[in-house]
């Protein structure tokens, strides 16, 4: 669990060119640049679907702003039968 007390406020958050404010919580996590937190979403009436990468909000005016990231393949991770096996007698 990450403890922070670093906050910068007022924070500028564009998406398609439209400004949306954020108090953004400095938590130095590795690999995120940042996480919007419940209030935020709620306050632009954001939707997430995880599955297409996809963020939708609403600016103030009533704009809905569609975001979609970017898609990763990953390949499958293959183990060896010999380490599935050492696994497996550990779990047994």
Sequence with gaps: MYQSDLIARDCYI????KTFLADLILLGIQGYHVVLGT????????????????LVVITPE??????????????????SAAKALSWYRRVV
């Excluded at 564009?14 to 060119?17: A, P």
């Excluded at 709620?42 to 996809?54: E, G, L, S």
């Design 62 to 79: 009533g704009e809905r702003l569609v975001h979609t990231g970017k898609r990763l393949y990953y390949t499958i991770p293959l183990i």
């Design 14 to 17: 564009i998406i398609q060119g």
């Design 39 to 54: 209030d935020w979403l709620a306050k632009y009436r954001a939707t997430i679907d995880c599955k297409q990468k996809m």
